[in-house]
């Protein structure tokens, strides 16, 4: 309220039924705790901060879908003779399949590497290798690799009588790693999501849960889960703060956080595809 002096008073909450809150000018000020100081309150999230967590949201949306589309398939035998039997299958290579190090990455893939051919286009048995030897195939129909879920050594010549009964061709081409690739607008998903969060992390107001540093190591986890967290918990969710009082979590809290979440995650995964080739799943 104006009193004539050019000075606001604080505003009872009172008539507008809004407990323990006054306002000066704009800001909300609390005096619920008696012989505090009263407290200016960081408002809730703005439309710039709720569209920021909105696009954080969708981009690791979009990125997980495409990651999942495009992850290899284990299909068992039964699977396999389908394929062959429906003419689904249009290229096929003799791999070895071993489990990637999904150190540096959101996602930890199945690394397949095509078997070195003679120059008769048989498999070359003096070629060393690693891994456990299987066929790896293109389909019609879907777009990822299918990655046959065997661990009989060596491999049964049966597989491959029966994709050259068929008439299917060797993929030839496959000199290294099979195309198991995503699509590139999935890693352009992940790196504008990537850049966005460190943008608003770095030259963003400051965090209100937790410093710079907590929310830096929430960049790791895996599935990128971590980013999901930051986009609701800052800029949809974000949590008032105190002048003067900084009860935010520091960079070692996040660290531990990110450990929490990356093992909560494995075994979630577990669970869910009970499997030890946690990123794989069968169509």
Known sequence: MDTGGGVEEPTSAAASGRADTTTLGDRPVDTGAPGLAARVLRPQAGDVHRAVGVVLLLLWSAWLVGTVLAQPRFVDDARFGEDVRAGEVTSWRVVTATQGDGARRWTEGLELDAMALTPGGEVDDDAGHRGVLTIAYSTRSAPSTRVLDTTTEPLPARYTDALRAAGVPQATGWTGAPPTD????????????????????????????GTRWFWFWFLFPTLGV??????????????????????RSSGWVGWGWSIVLV????????????????????P
């Open 182 to 209: 995503r699509p590139a607008w999935v890693t352009g998903a992940s790196v504008a999501l990537v850049v966005l969060y460190l943008t608003t992390l770095v030259a963003g107001p400051p965090p209100t849960r």
């Open 226 to 247: 971590g980013t999901v967290v930051y986009a609701v918990m800052e800029q949809l969710r974000p949590r008032p703060v105190s002048p003067g009082q900084d009860r």
């Open 263 to 282: 093992f909560s995650t494995h075994a979630v995964l577990l669970f869910l595809l009970e499997t030890d080739w946690i990123w794989l799943v069968r």
